[in-house]
């Protein structure tokens, strides 16, 4: 049984000094050409309330930097050793909805069903709800495609 207060203060770090020790994000905070099919969507306002080309731009940074999502779940969502390929259409946690991404950063996945990685609640870095609707509107994006 794993003590979670424990994990709460040795997860984050370990996640950090994991990040590090691979290389960091390198380049995946570059500027992403953005899919026809995600402009299109924002442009027809079919989208999900809360999610802009702002925010999935913020989402982006957050997840490929400061909240170290990217250190599990690879650079932009592609999958790892540790955390599911965000970017395709299997969803182990969720229905893939914008409300369903935000529902599992905040609660966390505490028992993973296929991988090794779990993720602490808010990714054990206690960040806002605007942070989390950013992130949700960035992983939600990773799967509008044309």
């Given at each position: 049984?794993?003590?979670?207060?424990?994990?709460?203060?040795?997860?984050?770090?370990?996640?950090?000094?994991?990040?590090?020790?691979?290389?960091?994000?390198?380049?995946?905070?570059?500027?992403?050409?953005?899919?026809?099919a995600l402009s299109a969507t924002l442009n027809d306002g079919a989208a999900p309330d809360g999610v802009t080309l702002e925010s999935i731009s913020e989402g982006r940074i957050l997840f490929n930097a400061?909240?170290?999502c990217s250190a599990c779940h690879g650079a932009n969502g592609k999958g790892g050793q540790l955390a599911p390929n965000l970017a395709d259409?299997?969803?182990?946690?969720?229905?893939?909805?914008?409300?369903?991404?935000?529902?599992?950063?905040e609660t966390g996945v505490l028992e993973p069903k296929?991988?090794?990685?779990?993720?602490?609640?808010?990714?054990?870095?206690?960040?806002?709800?605007?942070?989390?609707?950013?992130?949700?509107?960035?992983?939600w994006s990773l799967g509008v495609r044309g």
């Open positions: 049984m794993i003590h979670k207060p424990l994990l709460n203060h040795v997860l984050p770090l370990l996640v950090i000094v994991v990040s590090a020790a691979c290389g960091g994000t390198g380049d995946a905070n570059a500027d992403v050409p953005m899919p026809d400061r909240a170290t259409d299997v969803w182990l946690n969720s229905d893939g909805s914008y409300a369903g991404i935000i529902q599992v950063i296929e991988y090794p990685g779990l993720m602490l609640p808010r990714g054990g870095l206690g960040l806002s709800d605007e942070e989390i609707s950013s992130l949700a509107a960035f992983i």
